[in-house]
């Protein structure tokens, strides 16, 4: 069955109220996700697509939690912003940067991630005040937050990617973060697989060993081309006599085959489709 059907299968859920049922929603809308980049002509057809199936739900939660509302609202509300700023719904951005805060431990908990990142999409001088606010925050959630909205951003690439290297400024912790972060940005998705291989050396020694299995294994979740699965083949396969990575890096082929077949065999049906929704 064509990945193109689902086109026909999401709008079913549009006024799904419920969270739980939500998740299988938003795998399918992930596996759409796969056959589509900004740079693509239809691409901004395929936001509005998204769009139409958050708006039942955003009409009917708005943005703002609302004191003693039940947990089955508060996360699907994470879900439906989440996906409005998929889409580029200029109002909930909109809405979203007005709530900023200087202080950001004022803006509320739930929105503070989705509040921040629409803030720098609205204004991109923020982003130093985040960077610094990263580096001097104590607050382990605040810090998350902080590099979340800052790798969403796609004015600041060359900056982005210094971060890689500079550890006094990049928490161990964050790295990996970090790093996926910066390869599912379109913007700077390149320059990350590019600093990867460039600085593998530098991962084994940040990491011990300890979390090493990760890059690869994360790094093969965005390739989406025969040359970067080559690049992949390439870099990775005398790796593999290494114990630590010896099943990552298998595993890893396995899931790139897999991906670029079916990116092969549906990518024709998908684009299609999206052209003929009214």
Same mark, same amino acid.
């Given at each position: 069955?064509? =990945? /193109? &059907?689902?086109? !026909? *299968? *999401?709008?079913?859920?549009?006024?799904? &109220?419920?969270?739980?049922?939500?998740?299988?929603v938003l795998a399918l809308i992930s596996d759409l996700k796969l056959f589509f980049t900004p740079d693509d002509a239809d691409f901004a057809k395929f936001q509005q697509f998204i769009a139409s199936l958050t708006k039942y739900n955003l009409d009917r939660l708005g943005l703002i939690p609302h004191d003693g509302e039940d947990d089955n609202k508060t996360k699907l509300r994470q879900v439906i &912003?989440?996906?409005? %700023?998929?889409?580029?719904?200029?109002?909930?951005?909109?809405? *979203?940067?007005?709530?900023?805060?200087? !202080?950001?431990?004022?803006?509320?908990?739930? %929105?503070?991630?989705?509040? %921040?990142?629409?803030?720098l999409r609205s204004d991109s001088t923020v982003f130093t005040t985040y960077l610094e606010k990263y580096q001097k925050v104590a607050d382990p959630n605040l810090k998350d937050d902080y590099l979340s909205a800052l790798t969403d951003d796609r004015r600041h690439v060359d900056e982005l990617i210094k971060l890689l290297s500079e550890h006094d400024i990049v928490r161990p912790? !964050?790295?990996?973060?970090?790093?996926v972060d910066l390869i599912r940005n379109?913007?700077? #998705?390149?320059?990350?697989?590019?600093?990867?291989?460039?600085?593998?050396?530098?991962?084994?020694?940040? =990491?011990?060993e300890k979390s090493l299995e990760d890059y690869p294994r994360l790094l093969a979740t965005a390739i989406r081309t025969t040359e970067e699965a080559k690049r992949f083949e390439e870099f990775f396969t005398p790796l593999a006599e290494?114990?630590? *990575? =010896? #099943?990552?890096?298998?595993? /890893?082929?396995?899931?790139?085959?897999? #991906?670029?077949? %079916?990116?092969?065999?549906?990518?024709?049906?998908?684009? #299609?489709?999206l052209l003929e929704l009214s």
């Open positions: 069955v064509s =990945t /193109a &059907t689902h086109f !026909d *299968l *999401l709008p079913k859920f549009e006024k799904e &109220t419920n969270f739980a049922i939500w998740n299988p &912003t989440g996906l409005a %700023l998929y889409s580029g719904n200029k109002d909930v951005i909109s809405e *979203l940067a007005g709530m900023y805060e200087d !202080d950001a431990m004022k803006i509320h908990p739930e %929105l503070r991630s989705s509040v %921040l990142l629409a803030k912790q !964050d790295h990996l973060y970090l790093f379109h913007k700077t #998705r390149e320059k990350a697989m590019d600093w990867l291989y460039d600085n593998w050396s530098d991962v084994v020694e940040m =990491t011990g290494n114990p630590v *990575l =010896t #099943r990552t890096i298998s595993v /890893a082929k396995a899931d790139i085959d897999a #991906r670029l077949r %079916l990116l092969s065999m549906d990518y024709a049906d998908v684009h #299609r489709r």
